[in-house]
C-alpha cells in the first residue's frame, strides 16, 4: 500500500530489465506464464523481487492463498540473503493483512507487530545511506503507519478500543509528518478514527473523522467512488443515532446511488446502506417502507452472507419490529423465531442478546394469548437474564415491546464497507 518494489519486465529470454516504471498489474500476463518454470535462484535480490510482485499480482486477482504463498517464499529469501532491506517488510505486512482477510486475526496480529518491529529495526540500524535518506525515511514513516493501522482493525475487533485509539493517533501523526494533509493514508485513517469514536458513542468526534475523510476522499477519487459512499454512509449512521432523521437520508440516498452504480444492486454494500435506509424509516414510524427497505437487504444478504449471519439476524430482527409494530403478530413471530434459530446457531444459548428475543416473542404470544407459551418464552429469558444479572421481566411488570426495542440496541457501524 505504502511504496511498490521494482516492477519487472521478461523478455523471451527469461532476462530482467531493471526499473520498469509501471505497477505490476500491467506484467501480470508477463509475469504468470513464467514464474512456475523456472528454477529461483534463491541469492538473485532480483528473484526475490519477482516472487514479490508475484504476490502482489496474485492479489490484483483476488487470489489471496497464492499472493500468500508467495510473499512466504519471499520472506524466506529475503530474510536469509537480504540485510537492512524494504523486502522483508513489505513480505511481513502483506501475510498481516491476508492474515486478516482469511480472518486468522491472532497470525495477523503477530504479523505486522513483527513487520512494525522490523521497520523500526531498519531506521534505527541501517545503512545512513540506505534508510536514513529523507526518502527512505518517508516510505519506512508511511510503512509503519500502516502496520499500526492493522494493528488498529485488530484491536477492534477484539473490542480493544484504548489501544485501537493509540495506534490510530500514532499512525496519523507520522502520516502527517511525510504526506500532505488530505493525503488518501490519512484520510482512510480519519476513518478508522470515526469508527472508533463512533463505537464508543462518541458521535461529535466520530463526525469530525469521517467529514475529513469525505473531503480527502472526494478530493481525491471524486464524488462517485466506492470510498466516497462509506463516508456518506457512515456520517448517515452518525445524523441516526443523533436523530437527525431528514439528513441522515439525504447521506444514505446518496451512498446507495454510488453503491449501486459501482457494485450493483445486489451487492452487500448496497444491502447495508437500504438497512440504514430501513432503520430510519422505522425511527420515523413509516413501517411500511421500512419493511421494504429491510426486506430488500434480507434478501441480499441471504444470498451473499447466508443464512446464519450475524447482518442477516439483525435485518430479520427489525423486520420482525417492524411487523410487530403495524400489528401484524404471526409475521413478527415468524421473524423472531428466525432469529432465534439464527441466534442459537451462532451465539451461545446463555447469550443476553437470545434473552431478548426470547422476551420478544413471549410477548407476542401474549398478544395473540396464547399465556402457556409466552411464559415458556419468559422462563427461558429469565434463566438468561439471571445469570448475568439483566432486567428481569418478573420484577418490572410494565416490560413493553419499546423497552425491548432499546434492549438490543442500535446497528452495529458498517466498519467493513470500505
Known amino acids: 500500500q505504502c511504496f511498490d518494489v521494482d516492477a519487472v519486465q521478461i523478455d523471451q529470454n527469461n532476462n530482467c530489465a531493471f526499473p520498469v516504471n509501471s505497477f505490476i498489474s500491467k506484467r501480470i500476463n508477463t509475469l504468470l506464464p513464467w514464474i512456475p518454470s523456472q528454477k529461483i535462484n534463491y541469492d538473485n535480490v532480483f528473484r526475490c523481487k519477482i516472487l514479490v510482485n508475484m504476490g502482489l499480482a496474485y492479489l490484483q486477482l483476488c487470489d489471496e492463498q497464492a499472493a500468500n504463498e508467495f510473499f512466504r517464499l519471499a520472506f524466506e529469501v529475503a530474510s536469509h540473503r537480504i540485510k537492512f532491506d524494504f523486502l522483508p517488510i513489505l513480505c511481513l505486512y502483506h501475510m498481516a493483512r491476508l492474515g486478516y482477510i482469511a480472518n486468522s486475526y491472532e497470525e495477523s496480529y503477530h504479523l505486522y507487530s513483527d513487520a ?167 425511527k420515523q414510524e413509516n413501517f411500511v417502507d421500512a419493511l421494504e427497505a429491510y426486506n430488500n437487504s434480507l434478501h441480499v444478504k441471504l444470498t451473499v452472507l447466508g443464512g446464519y449471519h450475524i447482518e442477516t439476524m439483525e435485518t430479520a430482527l427489525q423486520i420482525g419490529q417492524s411487523h410487530h409494530k403495524r400489528g401484524e403478530l404471526h409475521d413478527a413471530l415468524l421473524s423472531y423465531r428466525l432469529v432465534l434459530k439464527i441466534a442459537l446457531a451462532s451465539l451461545k444459548k446463555n447469550d443476553p442478546f437470545v434473552a431478548r428475543i426470547w422476551k420478544m416473542i413471549g410477548i407476542v404470544q401474549l398478544e395473540f394469548k396464547g399465556t402457556s407459551r409466552a411464559m415458556n418464552a419468559f422462563s427461558e429469558a429469565i434463566k438468561i437474564d439471571e445469570e448475568f444479572g439483566a432486567v428481569n421481566i418478573a420484577d418490572n411488570p410494565d416490560f413493553t415491546s419499546a423497552s425491548l426495542l432499546h434492549l438490543a440496541g442500535d446497528q452495529v457501524p458498517d466498519a467493513a464497507a470500505a
Open 116 to 282: 512494525l518491529s522490523a521497520c523500526r529495526h531498519f531506521m534505527r540500524r541501517g545503512t545512513k545511506a540506505h534508510a536514513r535518506s529523507k526518502e527512505n525515511i518517508k516510505y519506512l514513516h508511511r510503512f509503519e503507519a500502516s502496520c499500526l493501522v492493522g494493528i488498529a482493525w485488530l484491536c477492534i475487533k477484539n473490542e480493544d478500543m484504548d489501544n485501537a485509539l493509540y495506534c490510530c493517533d500514532h499512525a496519523l501523526s507520522l502520516q502527517l509528518k511525510v504526506l500532505r494533509e488530505k493525503h488518501f493514508e490519512t484520510g482512510a485513517t480519519n476513518y478508522i478514527l470515526g469508527v472508533i469514536h463512533h463505537v464508543s458513542g462518541d458521535y461529535s468526534t466520530a463526525m469530525t473523522h469521517y467529514l475529513r475523510y469525505l473531503d480527502i476522499a472526494e478530493s481525491s477519487f471524486g464524488d462517485n467512488h466506492p470510498h466516497t459512499a462509506s463516508a456518506l454512509h457512515q456520517i448517515g449512521n452518525i445524523l441516526l443515532n443523533e436523530e437527525e432523521l431528514d439528513e441522515a437520508m439525504d447521506y444514505f440516498l446518496r451512498a446507495l446511488k454510488i453503491r449501486k452504480e459501482i457494485f450493483g444492486p445486489c451487492s452487500i454494500h448496497a444491502a447495508r446502506t437500504l438497512y440504514s435506509i430501513g432503520c430510519v424509516y422505522f
